[in-house]
């Protein structure tokens, strides 16, 4: 608190980012991040940029990772946005698209950032809860809106909506934006950015973080008509021209180059999924039926809490979040298949 | 103009960086970027990091940087606040600092992202002419405001104000938070960072793009008394949390370990633009005392913007801004003593 600060900085409640520990050896299964590198293409072409033109200002449009996404996409260049990672390309749509005079709608359950940002652009905001399921019912956005916005697969249920029902979403409020936030989509869910011709109201976003493996390059991007993606320009313009690096500019872009290792990776977290779910369900757990690089599950006899702590003291490191209707579960991100077996282990021992 | 946008977008007026051309053999003199190559050391940095942990994220803190930067500076890491770029920076100081009841003051001649930043948060904003020399008067900033920023070495003029007038200007209002933006200051003024300690309501900015060969890597850095960093990393928490990706951190990091190579850099900048200065003087041209790497220069008999084309018919690539007092001025970015060369023959030829 200090009398330097705008108005706003007091009231503002930040994001609390999943931990980034500084120990070796730790089994670490809390953020969501991919177990497997990235594409060597990539690590090729972060190398042939690491370079003298790094004194060089990057282009702020970013052209060429535009132009990859479009092609990989098979959209247009002009219905593409990119960023500093998902995160900040949702920014730009909460500021650019969701701050209407009607309150915008999300899930009860969500993404914990969507709050912050109505906080830091003064959005009014209202939840709407998921049923006991962990579902969203689309009947329930029946409302009066100035947008609506939702992670599929959700974040951190992993819970899939199916593309019928974002349609149903789009029909419901064909003059408020829907923002379908794609973080996890490739794990088994199928995108809406096939649907962005014939919404207007359609912003799909999505990152490189957790399918291709690239958290540590911070990039993300949208899809959607090209007035959408202009508001996102004037903010982003008006904000900083030059968000992404020459190096994650050329890194990203080389990942859409390698489909068969995009493919093989997300096959693979999906099938050690599955292993994990199983095993989990033969202890006892209850596990949501995820579509993503996680999954969300709950003990009917041991805590949450205290499930977390002994992993913890295994040097296992799973997301725990003390929330109402969630404090009960744990968000577990799908490791390699031998870290999935020393969890399976860890959590025989416990809940023996 | 679309019936999505949110209202505020309708009144956006984004900053236009300069011309980042695709073109071959362009001598580059638009956008102040270091004609030198960065430190070997911090494309070896970049490379070591080039590896598989790009599939994690980064530190969200970026610690290891705000370490190097403190010790560099003699401040504490707590004093220390990074970002992408100084632009996002400036853009979290304007909406945690600078958006305060009364009216933000700001040279009329100035960086030109200042009042775009006021228009994406809303900012009531004055500005106070420069005098006909293009100094800053500080007497005239004796007035009621909530907040003062400038650049110094001032943009686009280069212009340096003495460090005394900057401590008057902190004194003249102890309430009220002062920013300088010191993107130039490493080409011959003195940083107004040794101030923090006396005046609370100091913020001093400053980026790795131009003293240190990084405009491609994206990192700039704010340095000041706790309680304004804290503002900043409220404001950024709720923004993104992780604008910083791997590569950057690593690699600006590497860029305070190689002191000799930064200050042979800026001390061979500084030699050249007073060749330019001297060769342009002898041509007839005004050329403003300048402390940055670039001149701001205006010729009496000569339209800027006539001069500006016709340089650019020779690959020349110069800035020019057609705007109140400063339509018939210059901006020519500090260059090699090759293209300085390029430059002083074509000016010569254009001007003969």
Known sequence: MSQFWSPLVHDLTPYVPGEQPKIDNLIKLNTNENPYPPSPRVLTAIAEQTNEKLR??????????????????????????????SDEVLAHA?????????????????????????????????????????????ADYQRPCGAIIF??????????????????????????????DEAYVDFGGQSAIGLIKDYPNLLVCQTLSKSRSLAGLRVGFAVGQAHLIEALERVKNSFNSYPLD??????????????????RGCQKII???????????????????????????????????????QLRERKILVRYFNKPRIDQYLRITIGTDAETQ???KALSEITA
Chains 1, 2 share one sequence.
Not at 164 to 173: C, F, G, K, P, T
């Open 56 to 85: 060089l200002y990057p282009d702020p449009n970013g052209d060429l990772l535009k132009a990859s996404i479009a092609k990989y996409h098979g959209v247009d260049s002009s219905e593409v946005f990119v960023g500093n990672g």
């Open 94 to 138: 909460f500021q650019a698209l969701l701050k209407q005079d009607e309150p915008l709608l999300f899930p009860d359950i969500t993404y914990s950032f969507y709050p912050v940002y109505c906080g830091l652009y003064g959005i009014d905001y209202r939840t709407v809860p998921l049923d006991e399921n962990f579902c969203l019912k689309v």
């Open 151 to 180: 992670p599929n697969p959700n974040a951190p249920t992993g819970r899939l909506l199916p593309l019928d029902a974002v349609r149903q979403l789009l029909e419901m409020h064909p003059n408020r934006v829907v923002v379908v």
């Open 246 to 263: 020459r190096l994650a500019l050329f890194g990203a872009s080389a990942s859409f180059d390698d489909e068969d290792y995009f493919q």
């Open 271 to 309: 099938a050690t999924r599955e292993v994990l779910t199983a095993a989990m369900q033969q202890m006892g757990f209850k596990v949501i039926p995820s579509a993503a690089n996680f999954i969300f599950a709950t003990h009917p006899q041991k805590s949450a809490a205290d499930l977390a702590q």
């Open 342 to 344: 020393a969890l399976i």
